[in-house]
């Protein structure tokens, strides 16, 4: 019944350490109940989202370009013999675009209707974040993404790192 | 010829034992959700249609006594669903009686027995007798603060579940949605399976507002026990605006809602006591129990017996290469292993031919499906617009891909409902006109080719192209230095513009066209055309030309600016190089003459924005000649690959506001290569002569 059994073999290798944890929520003491977030990055930030959310983290396979598709639209893969469209996240974040190199990946995320990819240029790790240790963001980014960003998080307490974390079923409306 | 009777009587036994299946679930159902003190009224109307699906299979396979007791089981199905009578235990007994005295008679005919079945004589007669005693119900008008126009347009069914509703002491709201006109279908259906849980549709009314013609605002109507807050939370999401309907006597409202829940007086002035003139969407979203619901194909045996021995051949072959590669290990003679080699491509060729085909026929279903469906609705639209109307079918047993008869349901029925609604003058206007009291309206179906043609022709009144020139003229749909110029098909084919076709002014003067904007996007999704032809007073003619099938098609790959597309054999009629500096421009548009007639041309990498301005164009090009209707046009390319057969896939629904591409093939290069949709490229063309040239531009 855990998120990680449903998920299909292989290209899951970045979160493969916490595949034997029978559920990506467990409660910690005094600080709320803790979820697994996929850390990654968009440019020069990390961000991170639930690992709930994603289905499959892929390399990014031959993509085709799809003239007259909306900006974000990066192209579409085959993946299983499936059409995926796959979004650049940084734009749709309004960040900059730095090429990509040969460590960006493709999330597979499920909204309500389809299977979408979306690029990002580095997984990092996961995160267990306890719900106290998330400070709701206000205005971070962009206002007009703002509502997408769900949170903050410092995931480490002996450096300074900042985890912007993404509502990805707010993203993908 | 006594073989296709057989198999039709085959087919009849499958389909009546799988509906006679079905509704012994529905009936268990029913008692469920008795049992659990709830009901659920689309369980009944399936239960409805069903017995009435069988009623008109056995009758025209000549089951006399099969036919006869669905024949009363309607009657009692028909008061259940209207509300005249009520869903107790009696009457759920009638149900689970009748289902299984359908089995045996079933069975029975089966066997050719024919001896009498006294049970049957029995329950007929008691049939009847409950028939005699339904319960007249009163028809109180609902106490909410409904405008009347709104109960005016009320079917009786849809006034039975309102009063139902409120009779339950449920709260009706009012929920005001706008969707876009070419995502309506899935649009609505999200909101509908949305809303299912937490309450019951009532009914869809265009509003007749909101200026964008490409949008249609409808207003809702939802009985639902929920809150305000819990139902804006659900349906929020689909940016649905949602306000409680008052009470009479008014306790509850909260807000003022806006004084009428109402259509516009588009659809006031024209309240009937039928939904045909509503406008489309409500039509189509209604007409949703048309469709099957099945995504089954039901296959003969035979040909899966056919497909079964070419995979045992394809098995042949790979051993055979087995063989080969043994050979080659041990050092055989490289040229007979080449040889050996060539000769079971070739085998393998035809094998996956054979099943390709193979496969094809398996999804083939014959549109008579369709057709039955539709020659009910007319039936019944016919008597409730108080019209006489023949129907003559011909083609039924025309074959068509699975998925596309489910598609066309939709749409065909609305043409039907059209010629109906607005095709046909009553009894003492054809009288009048010293046309036949009884208007006749004909459904052929045939094969041309690859293609499927399909016609609905009626012997109506016919389309005022002046009055249509007139409306469109007022909304600005044409201009008025075009209208000399407009031919009388492009005028006719006015009447599939959005804006133009919904609204009143159009439908009044034209008596045609509500929806027929929805109607071309749906034929136009599966890769079909419609063409209109019409006589002022004599009839009007729609031809839909469609593909057989949508899986597999035969596609020309080209290359543009190092980008590989498929384009689909159907429309291609040539591809030849560009004639050098050939290439003329008249009035802005770029044509060339091929064989002493003027073609127009379109560069596949300008359209796509596929080169930036300093690349040139290779100095050799190719111009694939594309033709649909009376439309032709030059597709003009870099290099041509070759012919391929490709399976489309369609792009998810992220991009399906992109125009030009039926979706995407594997190309066989590891990527995805892109299927140019010829029509639409065919269509953009033609309406850049109405529009200006900025608006050809996608909106996305």
Redesign the interface.
């Known amino acids: 019944m855990s998120e990680e059994s449903s998920r299909p073999p292989g290209q899951t290798r970045a979160i493969a350490p916490f595949a034997t944890r029978a559920t990506s929520r467990t409660r910690v003491e005094g600080r709320g109940t803790v979820t697994e977030y996929l850390a990654f990055r968009l440019g020069t930030d990390a961000f991170g989202a639930p690992v709930a959310m994603i289905r499959e983290i892929l390399k990014p396979?031959?993509?085709?370009?799809?003239?007259?598709?909306?900006r974000h639209?990066l192209g579409?893969?085959?993946v299983r013999?499936?059409?995926?469209?796959v979004?650049d996240l940084r734009r749709l974040m309004r960040l900059a675009e730095p090429p990509l190199t040969s460590r960006a990946r493709i999330l597979l995320v499920g909204n309500n209707?389809?299977?979408?990819g979306l690029m990002v240029d580095e997984v990092l790790e996961v995160h267990r974040l306890p719900e106290g240790d998330i400070e709701r963001a206000s205005v971070v980014v962009g206002s007009d993404v703002s509502e997408a960003v769900s949170g903050i998080a410092r995931p480490r307490e002996d450096r300074d790192e900042v985890l912007v974390l993404l509502d990805l079923r707010v993203l993908l409306? | 010829m006594s073989d296709v009777i057989d198999r039709a009587r085959e087919e009849f036994f499958a389909e009546a034992q799988e509906i006679i299946e079905g509704l012994g679930r529905d009936v268990l159902g029913l008692d469920d959700a008795r049992k659990r003190g709830s009901q659920d009224p689309e369980l009944v109307n399936d239960v409805f249609r069903a017995v009435h699906t069988l009623k008109g299979l056995a009758a025209l396979f000549g089951a006399l006594r099969l036919a006869a007791l669905t024949h009363e089981l309607e009657e009692i199905l028909d008061e259940l669903r209207l509300g005249r009578r009520p869903l107790d235990d009696r009457a759920l007994n009638l149900l689970f009686q009748a289902t299984d005295i359908c089995g045996r008679l079933l069975q029975a005919e089966r066997d050719g027995d024919e001896s009498p079945f006294p049970e049957l004589t029995e329950f007929l007669a008691t049939l009847r007798g409950d028939v005699a005693k339904g319960v007249a119900s009163g028809s109180g008008v609902a106490p909410f603060d409904l405008d009347p126009g709104v109960l005016a347009v009320l079917t009786e069914y849809e006034e039975h579940r309102l009063r139902t509703n409120v009779e339950s002491g449920l709260s009706l709201y009012r929920l005001r949605v706008r969707f876009e006109l070419t995502t309506i279908d899935e649009s609505l259906e999200r909101l509908k399976s949305n809303a299912k849980p937490y309450g019951e549709i009532i009914t869809y009314l265009p509003t007749g507002g909101g200026d964008d013609i490409d949008r249609i605002e409808l207003d809702i109507l939802l009985a639902s026990k929920e809150s305000l807050e819990v139902l804006v939370d659900v349906l929020g999401?689909v940016g649905a605006d949602i306000e409680p309907v008052p009470r009479v006597g008014g306790k509850r409202p909260s807000q003022r809602p806006r004084p009428r829940v109402a259509p516009a007086p588009v659809a006031l002035s024209r309240a009937t006591s039928h939904p045909g003139p509503l406008g489309a969407p409500p039509e189509l979203s209604r007409s949703a129990s048309l469709r099957s619901v099945s995504q089954t194909v039901r296959v003969d045996i035979r040909k899966l017996d056919l497909l079964m021995n070419v995979v045992g051949e394809l098995g042949i072959v790979r051993s055979g290469l087995e063989r080969l590669d043994e050979r080659l290990r041990l050092g055989g003679s490289l040229r007979e292993i080449r040889a050996d080699l060539v000769r079971l491509e070739r085998s393998f060729e035809r094998h996956l031919e054979a099943m390709q085909q193979g496969i094809l026929e398996v999804r083939m279903v014959p549109l008579g499906q369709v057709f039955e469906r539709l020659a009910r609705v007319a039936r019944q639209l016919s008597r409730e617009a108080d019209k006489d109307v023949h129907l003559v079918v011909t083609g039924a047993e025309t074959e068509v891909d699975k998925l596309i008869v489910e598609e066309l349901s939709d749409p065909l029925m609305h043409m039907m409902r059209n010629a109906i609604d607005h095709g046909i003058e009553t009894s003492s206007e054809r009288l009048a006109v010293g046309k036949p009291e009884v208007g006749t309206i004909a459904l052929n179906a045939f094969q041309k080719g690859n293609h499927v043609v399909i016609e609905l022709e009626d012997d109506g009144r016919g389309i005022d192209t002046e009055k249509l020139v007139m409306a469109a003229l007022a909304r600005g749909a044409i201009g008025a230095d075009e209208v000399r110029s407009t031919s009388r098909k492009d005028i006719l084919n006015l009447i599939f513009l959005p804006g133009v076709s919904t609204r009143k002014d159009v439908t009044e003067v034209s008596g045609r066209g509500v929806g027929m904007d929805i109607v071309k996007t749906n034929i136009g999704r599966l890769g079909g055309i419609i063409d209109i032809q019409s006589e002022l007073g004599i009839g009007t003619k729609l031809s839909v030309t469609l593909p057989i099938t949508l899986a597999i098609i035969r596609a020309l790959v080209v290359e543009v600016a190092g980008?590989s597309f498929a384009i689909p054999l159907t429309n291609v009629q040539e591809a030849v190089v560009m004639p050098a500096g050939g290439v003329h421009v008249i009035d802005d548009r770029e044509t060339i003459s091929l064989r002493g007639s003027t073609l127009r041309i379109a560069r596949l990498a300008t359209?796509?924005?596929?080169r930036t301005p300093d690349e040139a164009a290779p100095a050799r090009e190719y111009v694939v000649v594309a033709e649909a209707g009376q439309n032709r046009l030059g597709l003009v390319v870099d290099r041509l690959i070759g012919g391929q057969d490709v399976v489309i896939?369609?792009?998810?629904?992220?991009?399906r506001n992109?125009?030009?591409?039926a979706?995407?093939a594997?190309l066989g290069d590891?990527?995805?290569?892109?299927v140019v949709d010829t029509l639409a490229l065919l269509d953009e063309m033609s309406a850049g002569r109405a529009r200006s040239a900025q608006d050809t531009s996608?909106r996305?």
């Open positions: 396979p031959p993509m085709t370009h799809v003239p007259r598709a909306p639209v579409i893969v085959s013999g499936l059409v995926v469209t979004f209707e389809e299977t979408l409306r | 999401s980008r359209l796509f924005d596929l896939k369609a792009f998810g629904p992220s991009l992109v125009r030009g591409f979706g995407a594997d590891q990527r995805l290569g892109l996608p996305v």
